[in-house]
């Protein structure tokens, strides 16, 4: 028979190692704060990255230098100016609680922006400013409908500027310039999007790229805007006389084109203060 004292003994022995499991769960549970998909996708994500943070270690990046969590899932990446390099591959999609994504100033960081994108509807900031990215703006950028922010200056895209674009009502600031884009501005025409559906943008940056056609006469509809930017490029044609619809309009650079007949009256916008 077991005596008093050995029967204490075992229960003892056996709380002590229950006591370890709980803690040991409880050590796991805190450790594993993101997402398991999303972790393994981030870490796919960033498998050919170089230059990353030196806290990257382990397996959960909620907590690393950059990257923000909410509820074990990863809101917002933000590493600018690290000197990153690498591309940005299809596993972005699985971030699909994402609301910024900022590579901004890391010139390593190359290649095109994936269609997946389109994925991560929750985003309110795409900025990858002054990095070498390439290739075509994809169209699947149109159904980030949260977009406030879209900043994809100072890159190497080429091609045309999406049409979807004009999807994304939201929209407050728009800069595309310092790349090698093509072709015209995209307005609406009954069957497809432009950019003179973005009735609540402010800034709309297109400078320093090879835009060709005329100023279509709908952006006078844009009346929110207060910044235009389309100097340097190859436009044509007249300046559209609805413009000075655009009374909020601070600065309007039209510059180192090759506009016909004279500038239309502005003198009914009363903010302007460059031209």
Known sequence: MISILSFGRIMMGGAFWMFLVAALLQFLFASADTNPQEAAAFSSLINQWKNVPPDWVGTDPCGWTGIKCKNSHIISIILTSLRLTGTLTSDIQQLTELTSLDLSYNAGMTGSIPPLIGSLTKLTALVLVGCSFSGEIPDEIGSLRELVFLS????????????????????????????????????????????????????????????????????????????????????TGRVPSNLNNLTKVAELHLSHNKFTGPLPNLTGMASLSFV
Do not use: C
């Not at 939201?170 to 025409?189: E, F, Q, R």
């Open 152 to 235: 994809l200056n100072s890159n190497r895209f080429s091609g045309q500027i999406p049409n979807t674009i004009g999807k994304l009502s939201k929209l407050y600031w728009l800069d595309l310039a310092d790349n090698k884009l093509t072709g015209s501005i995209p307005v609406s025409n009954g069957a497809t999007p432009g950019l003179d559906m973005l009735v609540n943008t402010n800034h709309l940056l297109f400078d320093n790229n090879s835009l060709t056609g005329s100023i279509p006469s709908t952006l006078g509809l844009v009346t929110s805007l207060e910044v235009i930017r389309l100097d340097r490029n190859s436009l």
